[in-house]
């Protein structure tokens, strides 16, 4: 098949997942174009391709507000299959209606349906995980992206159940509208931390950020995706209103994938409070990989 996945990415979790996407599906022979969305990209051709794989952070139960804009200029087919891997940091059933926007799009097309994929990575934004959290994470994103692959080989339709209370509740909570460029008056690079180093500046893909008379100064027109403030090497970077939810410093996933699952579960039976959102939603992912390869690893 030649497929083209069209993704958005902040702190770069959904061109982690990306990337092992696209190895697989190449490594099974198949043709991989992709598009990663940001200010300036125009609007990917999509004729002659068998699916679009459409990839996503949530951002508020939503998907983020510059994919949700360059899907509505993709040009999509009548017919044209697609499937959708969104990510985010926890499994909260609200998540479930993030992508109703995308859906009503790609059904005002009468495009095809092939499935919907929710993987976890970690928060970019809120409290930082923990490293063997992360570690299991990964492990079962890897099982998650061989169940996905089987599943759009075989035709099997696998989506994800929302209701009108989700998605009224998705809707009225969708923070970006307002809330990026409210916050971006509040942005701000201390002076005393910063280096000048020019990441933020060169990072930013709306292109909100430059180095002005020797100081560092954000635009108004912040997606909220959280890459200056995370990567930032100096921890300069201050967030309006969502500071006490900062988080800085790569998790460095490419090292974390590569030692593996953690060396006892992270998440078991027992666990409580924010965490027992994992626990079905993990179970599901073991007993779906289970069913179609056993006990082989991939
Ligand atoms: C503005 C904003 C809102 C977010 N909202 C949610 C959310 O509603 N639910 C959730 O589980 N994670 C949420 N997250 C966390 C991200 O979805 C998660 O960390 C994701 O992996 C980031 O992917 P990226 O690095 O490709 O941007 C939010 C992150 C940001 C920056
Ligand atoms: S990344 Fe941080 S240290 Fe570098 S210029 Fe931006 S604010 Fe300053
Ligand atoms: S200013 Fe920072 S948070 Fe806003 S869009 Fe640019 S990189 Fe993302």
């Known amino acids: ?76 087919a009548e017919g044209q299959k697609f499937f959708i891997y969104k990510n985010s940091g926890e499994t909260f059933a609200m998540n479930n209606a993030s992508s109703r926007i995308l859906l009503r799009r790609m059904r005002r097309r009468k495009a095809v349906f092939a499935g919907e994929y929710h993987y976890v990575m970690p928060y970019n934004i809120h409290f930082p995980f923990a490293r063997d959290f992360v570690r299991e994470i990964l492990d079962k994103d890897k099982k998650l992206l061989r169940i996905m692959l089987r599943h759009l080989q075989e035709g099997t339709v696998s989506s994800i159940p929302s209701n009108p209370v989700y998605n009224f509740a998705s809707a009225a909570v969708s923070v970006q509208k ?41 635009g108004h027109r912040c997606d909220m995706c959280m890459r200056c403030s995370f990567f930032c090497p100096r ?54 990989y289970a069913r179609l390869f056993g006990d082989e690893r991939d």
Not at 24 to 31: D, M
Request: charged share 25%.
């Open 178 to 218: 307002i809330g990026g460029a409210v916050n971006s008056f509040f942005y701000r690079a201390d002076d005393k931390k910063c280096t000048r180093c020019g990441l933020c500046v060169k990072a930013c893909p709306e292109q909100n950020i430059r180095l002005q008379g020797g100081k560092i100064r954000f």
């Open 1 to 76: 098949m030649k497929i083209l996945l069209v993704y958005y990415t902040g702190t770069y979790n959904t061109r982690f997942l990306t990337d092992m996407l696209e190895k697989a599906l190449r490594a099974e022979g198949h043709a991989v174009c992709r598009v990663e969305i940001r200010r300036g990209v125009p609007a990917a051709d999509t004729d002659g391709y068998d699916m679009i794989g459409f990839g996503y952070p949530v951002y508020g139960f939503n998907s983020p507000l510059p994919f949700n804009r360059y899907v509505a200029k993709l040009p999509v």
């Open 235 to 288: 921890n300069a970077i201050r967030i309006g209103f969502l500071e006490g939810w900062k988080v800085n410093g790569d998790y460095r996933l490419q090292e974390l994938e590569e030692a593996g699952p953690p060396p006892k579960p992270y998440i078991t039976e027992e666990s409580r409070g924010f965490y027992r959102c994992f626990v079905r939603h993990f179970a599901a992912i073991d007993e779906e």
